[in-house]
């Protein structure tokens, strides 16, 4: 049995915040109901299109293991249906505008009187305050979150890093929210509101930087690339490839750096692994000499010592700096390129990379479940066409009869259902 097996999800989610928590929840085994737009579905079914005429990229990788109904929420026989989903399901996803779902006509409040038991799950840009009713995307999340000003290096401007730390990483908190909130009500008997900010979960996943922001008030932070010769204002400043933990690490160039891009790898100089990795790299002399033995001695030099330990990845490729040093529990990692990843075999074993056919688009490569869980397999199948499942949804989840059905079409609540032609 799946472990989310028996829940069931009102997934009015867009985008790729919502969508990835709610795609999570459909791996654990919930059924999640996709409601969208007639006719227009979610707007990432035709963002960044690479073939023609088919669900793009974007919109199938984020929305596996769903079930698709069109419903217009703003017709009044569209009210009606989705007050019958509301009352069908145990949970109500949503990351529109602030706003958007009280103009609709379903506030927490209604929500709440017509379905108790219903959790009612948001993602937001901001939490209560001065901006709480702005819109807002990935980017705007990971500058307002502490993210863009603290990555980077010193003498460039802010930066936004590749993971969408803001979207998913908020899909993920607000998914555990609601399985937690699914705790409480074994308990209590009563759903709850739960709430997702994406400037708190970027400010969440740069905790270290507020460490080291209270640290800057007791002297400078002797791991990052301005000490000793730099300065130091009055906030975090960006670390370039420093590492955020106590321990030194750079990103120094390897062997083909000069045509490759990726040809870099990640170095940690671990106080514990630092006579191994001098003789590693042919410097034994550093292991007693007093100037070099102790992590404080170090801190200083750290430049000179990367510029030496890179003269030596410079003669090995990635995988061979790994291959050396990983053996002496140096800690390293290669920098890996989205096409090696794509094509590493053991990614492709344990599920984390899948293969998913689509009947209009073909064969395209996904990121499966990284959460891995003994009893209850993550299986990935393929996002669903948009309002493919609109008339069984309101056969046998919301028990309406061929001639209500017949109405519903009629009143232009569900608009058109698209059908698989041959899978
Ligand atoms: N039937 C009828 N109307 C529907 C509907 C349906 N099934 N689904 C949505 N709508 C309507 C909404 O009610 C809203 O109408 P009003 O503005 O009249 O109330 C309208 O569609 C647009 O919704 P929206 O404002 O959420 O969408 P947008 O494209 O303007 O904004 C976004 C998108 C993401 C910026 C905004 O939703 C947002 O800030 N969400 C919260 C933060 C978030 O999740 N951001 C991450 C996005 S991923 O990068």
């Not at 707007?43 to 199938?60: E, G, M, W």
């Not at 500058?143 to 998913?168: E, K, V």
Request: overall charge negative; some cysteine; proline content about 6%.
């Amino acid at each position: 049995m799946k472990a989310l097996e028996g829940i069931r999800i009102l997934d009015f989610t867009h985008v790729q915040s919502g969508p990835t928590c709610t795609q999570l929840l459909a791996w654990f085994g919930a059924d999640v109901i996709k409601v969208e737009r007639p006719g227009v579905g979610d707007a990432t079914r035709r963002q960044l299109r690479d073939l023609p005429d088919v669900d793009s990229l974007y919109f199938t990788m984020l929305n596996h293991n769903k079930r698709s109904i069109t419903l217009n929420s703003k017709n009044q026989t569209g009210k009606q249906v989705l007050e019958r989903l509301v009352k069908s399901c145990d949970v109500l996803v949503e990351n529109f505008a602030p706003g958007a779902l009280d103009r609709m006509g379903f506030s927490w409040e209604r929500v709440h009187e017509l379905n108790p038991r219903m959790i009612y799950a948001s993602i937001k840009g901001f939490g209560p305050g001065p901006y709480e009713d702005c819109k807002v995307y990935e980017n705007v999340a990971q500058c307002a979150g502490g993210a863009a000003s603290t990555t980077g290096f010193d003498d460039g401007p802010p930066l936004i890093t590749g993971a969408q730390i803001g979207d998913s990483g908020t899909g993920l908190n607000l998914a555990f929210g609601i399985v937690t909130a699914l705790f409480h009500r074994e308990k209590s008997g009563r759903g709850q509101r739960v709430l997702a900010a994406m400037q708190d979960g970027v400010l969440n996943l740069c905790r270290v930087k507020l460490r080291d922001q209270q640290r800057l008030a007791h002297g400078p932070l002797t791991e990052y690339p301005q000490y000793p010769y730099g300065s130091f204002g009055d906030a975090v400043p960006r670390a370039g490839n420093a590492s955020g933990g106590g321990q030194p690490g750079w990103i120094v160039r390897c062997k083909g750096w000069e045509t490759d891009p990726n040809a870099y790898c990640y170095v940690i100089t671990q106080a514990a692994a630092w006579p191994a990795l001098c003789r590693a790299i042919g410097k034994e002399e550093w292991i007693d000499d007093p100037e070099y033995a102790t992590h404080e001695a170090r801190l200083p030099k750290l430049e000179e010592i990367f510029e030496t330990i890179e003269e030596w990845t410079k003669t090995k490729d990635k995988f061979e700096v790994m291959d050396t040093l990983n053996p002496v529990d140096v800690p390293c990692g290669p920098i890996l390129s989205m096409k090696e990843l794509a094509e590493e075999p053991s990614l492709r074993a344990t599920g984390t990379i899948v293969e998913v056919d689509h009947p209009t688009r073909g064969k395209y490569l996904s990121v499966g479940n990284p959460v891995k869980l003994s009893d209850s397999p993550s299986e990935v199948t393929r996002s669903p066409l948009l309002g493919e499942h609109t008339e069984e949804i309101l056969r046998d989840v919301l028990g309406y009869s061929d001639e209500e059905i017949e109405l519903i079409w009629g009143s232009g609540a569900i608009g058109e259902q698209q059908k698989v032609a041959a899978e």
